[in-house]
């Protein structure tokens, strides 16, 4: 009976502790929580970024913000294994250095109790990223430790004016035919790259002549020279002139008038000689005109910009040195069982209980942190339905943490909000959070 007793009363107390342990991560998980939901402008999705708070002290004065650019979020930094350096391999190559990177502007933001350090880097062409330090470091009794870098690669638009001129052909020199066979605009794209609209300038369009054509002709004029006594064209000219030409004799053609009879044969009495005269020429005609006209306009290019990476530092106060202001107690063996099964509860949370999806919600092209779920790969489904009251929009970024995007890569998940239903291919290697967007 005893035995039984005793039994009882250490499962009890075992259970008493794993829930004891559990309700203690229970508890730092909703803190984590809200302090989420209170600095949700902090995420850096979308190129959210932290509000800036009137009064709050800058670590060094402010510079110049960089125009804002398409945003990428770099994965969190890797840690070595402690323990001795490797040998450098002989016939390895050498190990790349990267150079350290300096922030251009440092800003300390406060509110509602949080603190955090904003260091922003503007990136020449030839450095990375990488040389950004990602160490955690302290200051005025806070702790201070990397949560985002958020890069934004700005762009800027080269312009200048262009002329293009376009010909074509036509059997017409008239403006008014002309101008239907050009089109009033034109697309227009240059050899590097500058694009636009240009408009016709009518004041500009020519027509010339394309070619011409030659060819020969004889001309004729006929002139009669009556009462002539005889038919000798010695009596006739053999040239004339008519409208300052010159038209040379080739033919004449003799009639007889006034015949009388004499020694029994008829003879006239005069005679008209009906005189051709010709001349020879050439004639040239157009054969069709050209039309030039020319199009006017801006032509702009987008050209490379600065790259700005920002790293987001989140503090909390700094935990006192062990012994500096609580003395050392020790532990009895009670104690040390029922510290052990708070770890071991809170274990069992961590891995089984705890909410491993953060959920945003997007509008106006901002992201804002409402809440977190749970999704498991033996039961891959998000329920959004509960984030309706907080939800402005339909759109979410879902952001799964790295154990939950390990165990779900490669699978389908099933997101529902209220009565819609999509579905998401997890594609990450579980190398660190993986994000997504859904759209109901």
């Known amino acids: 009976m005893r035995r039984t007793i005793a039994r009882g009363a250490a ?7 794993l829930l004891f342990g559990g309700a203690q991560t229970f508890a730092a998980e909703t803190r984590e929580t809200s302090a989420e939901t209170k600095s949700d402008t902090l995420d850096a999705l979308h190129g959210g970024a932290p509000p800036s708070v009137p009064g709050a002290a800058a670590v060094t004065p402010a510079a110049p913000q960089a125009a804002p650019g398409s945003a990428e979020t770099l994965p ?7 323990g001795p ?9 050498p190990v790349r250095k990267i150079a350290a990177l300096y922030p251009s502007d440092v800003r300390g933001i406060e509110e509602n109790g949080s603190r955090w350090i904003v260091k922003t880097y503007e990136l020449g062409a030839e450095e990375s990223p990488e040389g950004i330090a990602r160490e955690s470091f302290e200051l005025d009794g806070w702790r201070y430790d990397l949560t985002d870098i958020l890069k934004n690669e700005t762009a800027a638009a080269e312009t200048r004016e262009h002329t293009e001129t376009v010909t074509l052909n036509t059997d017409t020199k008239e403006l008014d035919k002309i101008l239907p066979l050009l089109a009033p605009t034109l697309d227009f794209t240059t050899d590097d790259g500058f694009a636009g609209v240009l408009t016709l300038d009518v004041s500009s369009v020519k027509a010339e ?25 010695s009596l006739i000219p053999k040239t004339i002139d008519d409208g ?4 040379t004799l080739t033919n004449v053609d003799w009639r007889a008038g006034n015949l009388e009879s004499i020694d029994y044969a008829d003879v006239p009495g005069h005679f008209t000689a009906v005189a051709v005269y010709s001349r020879t020429g050439t004639s040239t005609t157009v054969t069709g005109y050209v039309v030039a006209a020319e199009y006017k306009g801006t032509v702009a290019k987008i050209v490379s910009g600065k790259t700005v990476c920002t790293a987001y530092f989140m503090g909390t106060p700094s935990a006192p040195e062990d012994g500096a202001d609580e003395p050392a107690v020790p532990l009895s063996a009670a104690g040390g069982a029922a510290a052990g099964a708070g770890l071991l509860g809170g274990a069992v949370f961590f891995f089984f209980l705890r909410k491993n999806v953060k959920v945003h919600n997007l509008k106006g092209g901002k992201c804002a942190f409402i809440g977190k779920t749970r999704v498991t790969a033996g039961n891959p489904v998000i329920d959004l339905t509960p984030f309706a009251d907080k939800a402005a929009t339909g759109s979410f970024v879902l952001v799964l943490d790295f154990l939950a995007a390990k165990s779900l890569s490669g699978k389908t998940v099933t997101v529902n909000f209220g009565a819609g239903e999509l579905r998401h291919i997890v594609t990450g290697d579980g190398g660190g959070e993986y994000r997504f967007e859904v759209d109901f």
């Open 11 to 17: 499962l009890l107390t075992l259970a008493a502790m």
């Open 76 to 82: 969190p930094p890797t840690f070595a294994s402690e």
């Open 85 to 93: 350096p490797p040998k450098p391999d002989a016939e390895s190559e």
């Open 209 to 233: 002549t394309a070619g011409t054509k030659t060819t020969g002709f004889t001309k004729n004029i006929t002139r009669e020279y009556p009462r002539l006594s005889e038919s000798d064209t």
């Open 244 to 247: 300052g030409r010159t038209y």
